[in-house]
């Protein structure tokens, strides 16, 4: 059954080398099992992260991937020291401070990988 398996999300890029600059390098995942020759796959705690070429990378304009965390802050801070520029979205009804958007208990920031893809930091609650 689906509900008692792991599920590994899945990203389009247009160019490989550049993800595996950007995911693995900027983002420190870990390489994963199951890396071929047109596919790359990270570790992310227990979670995969599995990226793969296509001509449709970068059109899907939602949240394609989220990490939950314990400090966005934190995380921002980390990933703006390393180039990572984070997006601003004022029409979400969420108070913007900095690069993070604020709402109550919710904390989130969303930055964008070489190819557009929308990724996104949240508190875990």
Do not use: C
């Amino acid at each position: 059954m689906l509900k008692d398996t792991d599920v590994i999300a899945t990203i389009a890029v247009k160019n490989l080398e550049a993800a595996k600059k950007f995911y693995g390098g900027t983002l420190g995942l870990a390489p994963g099992a199951g890396t071929q020759q047109d596919v790359l796959t990270f570790k992310s705690g227990t979670s995969s992260l599995l990226v793969y070429e296509s001509p449709y990378a970068g059109t899907n304009r939602a949240t394609s991937a989220t990490w939950a965390v314990s400090d966005v802050e934190a995380e921002v801070k980390a990933l703006k020291a390393r180039g990572v520029v984070f997006e601003h979205y004022p029409n979400l009804g969420l108070e913007v401070r900095g690069d993070v958007h604020v709402r109550g208990n919710f904390k989130g920031a969303w930055l964008k990988d070489p190819d557009g893809n929308i990724l996104h930091i949240v508190t875990r609650s």
